[in-house]
Every structure is written in structure tokens, then in C-alpha cells.
């Protein structure tokens, strides 16, 4: 039998609590609407004029590819029109787009990467979207720019779409991670797997092995263990480069995916709020483990929006390793 996200989300709504009325789930179907045009976009980019560069840099200093335009407009457009949307965070964009709604509609943050991996499509390799989800908070407990600032414990939702072979759509609510896939004959995502469990242990590691020797000592080593059989086993590397497959296939078949800080980006280069969160809340969700090097990242206090971080995530057999290189 098929079943669509938003019959799943119907099936959840229990688990929500106070937003049984159907609110969250009205929210993530804007979602999943801005991903199947992104998806619709991305199918026919060699045959229009949407490959290539567009010209300008994003507020990160990075060359901005056509569709990391199309998609964030797609995403601010499909979202905007959600009058429970009272911010909108996106690595595309140096500020947040505000909404003038109250707390009692506007009652959800949503902080997101609308074309992540975006420099791969001209080679036709996996990109996706991220986000991130975040409650409002009360009006005596802060502004705006406070609710925006969370850390990720605080996470009400997150999910990423895999466009590729198929286009994939995982996310966690806090109940188990769930995964669908888009089903083109109807237009709809159906549900392919529920409470998914990342595997103890994998057999692969991902990292850009060019940047190692810039590394520190304890990550050197552990990757040494890893290459040499002294983790358990004799691990194979895997690294796609783009943040939403490496960890798609982490979560699948379990191992590490690492992107440690270096002698140039001390602070690491991924971004704490619409990657790094996201991502850790859906591992600990499915059993697997996400730390900076220090600590947990959802309990990093973020700064800004668009805060760095180092970001390891991965297996628990894999991150204990870690922590135990680190430690030394």
C-alpha cells in the first residue's frame, strides 16, 4: 500500500503534541513542494541555461551556481506563503527574511541550504537540500534573533532531499528518522523506509584526504586506524563532496564522515545552523553519534547564522574511536 509523507504526517500527528491540528505538517508540505520543483529544475539542466556559475559570490565568499539562486527563491517563495513561517535562514542570504507575524502564527523558524553540493552539478553528481526547523520562542524569552540562535537541541525537525537517481527525502520530527522517496508517475513522495537505525558500525570512512596533512594529530592518527585495520577492521574511503550524499550513504551503511578543522579553517567550514545541526539531529535520531572534536554538536551555542564548525558524524563503534584519538 502507498503511503504519501503527508498520509505519514497525518499518522504522526499524535506525536506532536499540540500541533495535532495539522500545522507542522501544512509547514513541511511546503517543504516538499520547493524540493519537487528544485528536483523538476535540476532533471533538465543540461538541456536550459541553468548550469554554470551566476556570476556573483554568496555571503560565505563562495561562487553562487545558478540553481543556488533558482533553489533559494524556490525555497523563500514556497515557504514565505506559509503564514506559520516567521523567519527564514539561508546560507544564500547574509540576513534572515523576517515576516511581520505575530508569535501566535508565526510560530516557526526555518533555517535551511537550498542547493547543497551545487558546484557538482555540471558533472552530474548527487546535490540535496537541507533544513532545519526551530519553534519561535515566547515573546518574553527573547526576540527574534534569539529564536533564530538555538542550538540544535532545540531542533523541532530537520531533513535533507538527495536529488540523484532517485530523489530521496529524509527528515526527523524527534520520533525516529523516516524516509521517502518521489514517486513521478504520481507527483507525490512515498514512504520507503520508517524509523531508520544507522548501522553500530560501517565499513567506510569519508574525508577529503587532500587537507589531511592539515589536520591535527589526533585526527591523523584515527584515520591512519582506520586505513591500516587497527579500528576493528580495514575500512574503505568513500567521498562524494557533496555534504548530503556522503552522509545519505553514512546513515545507510553506516562508518564516519569527517570534515575536521585544518591548519587554514581552524574554525572548520561547514555551517553550524542549516548543516552541521540538521544532520546530527537526524544521527542521533537513527543511533549514530555528531561532535565537533569537543562536544556534542547540538549543544554548540551558536553566534551568528552563519556560524562554522568542525563537524564528525557517524556510527557509534566509529565515534567512540574518535573521541579515544582525540582524547590521546
Not at 519537487?36 to 556559475?53: F, H, P, Q, S
Not at 541550504?113 to 515573546?139: E, M, Y
Not at 540523484?164 to 523516516?178: D, E, I, K, L
Amino acid at each position: 500500500m502507498i503511503i504519501t509523507v503527508q498520509q505519514h504526517l497525518q499518522q504522526q500527528q499524535q506525536e506532536f503534541g499540540s500541533e495535532a491540528s495539522g500545522t507542522f505538517s501544512y509547514l513541511l508540505s511546503g517543504i516538499t513542494l520547493a524540493t519537487k520543483i528544485i528536483e523538476a529544475k535540476i532533471r533538465t539542466a543540461g538541456l536550459g541555461d541553468v548550469l554554470g556559475a551566476f556570476g556573483a559570490e554568496n555571503v560565505q565568499g563562495e561562487q553562487q551556481q545558478k540553481l543556488d539562486v533558482y533553489a533559494n527563491q524556490v525555497m523563500l517563495h514556497c515557504l514565505g506563503l506559509r503564514d506559520t513561517v516567521a523567519a527564514l535562514v539561508s546560507e544564500e542570504d547574509e540576513e534572515p527574511v523576517t515576516f511581520d507575524r505575530s508569535p501566535e502564527t508565526g510560530k516557526y523558524i526555518i533555517i535551511f541550504d537550498p542547493l547543497d553540493g551545487s558546484s557538482n552539478i555540471d558533472v552530474n553528481v548527487n546535490v540535496g537540500t537541507i533544513f532545519s526547523i526551530h519553534k519561535r520562542l515566547p515573546a518574553a524569552e527573547g526576540d527574534l534573533d534569539a529564536s533564530i540562535l538555538q542550538p540544535g537541541t532545540k531542533q523541532v525537525a530537520a531533513g535533507y532531499v538527495v536529488y540523484g537517481p532517485s530523489t530521496v527525502f529524509v527528515y526527523t520530527a524527534g520520533n525516529g528518522v523516516h524516509s521517502f522517496t518521489l514517486d513521478p508517475t504520481i507527483g507525490a513522495f512515498v514512504t520507503t523506509q520508517e524509523n531508520m537505525k544507522m548501522p553500530e558500525q560501517g565499513q567506510y570512512y569519508s574525508v577529503n584526504e587532500a587537507n589531511a596533512s592539515q589536520f591535527p594529530a589526533g585526527y591523523q592518527e584515527y584515520l591512519r586506524q582506520l586505513r591500516e585495520g587497527e579500528a576493528g577492521k580495514a575500512y574503505s574511503s568513500r567521498y562524494i563532496g557533496s555534504l548530503v550524499a556522503d552522509f545519505h550513504r553514512t546513515l545507510l551503511k553506516g562508518g564516519v564522515f569527517l570534515y575536521p578543522p585544518t591548519a587554514k579553517q581552524p574554525g572548520g567550514k561547514l555551517r553550524l545552523l542549516y548543516e552541521a545541526n540538521p544532520l546530527a539531529f537526524i544521527a542521533e535520531q537513527a543511533g549514530g553519534m555528531a561532535t565537533n572534536g569537543t562536544g556534542r554538536i547540538l549543544e554548540i551555542e551558536p553566534r551568528g547564522i552563519h556560524q562554522r564548525t568542525p563537524f564528525m558524524v557517524g556510527s557509534r563503534f566509529e565515534m567512540e574511536t574518535l573521541a579515544k584519538c582525540l582524547e590521546a
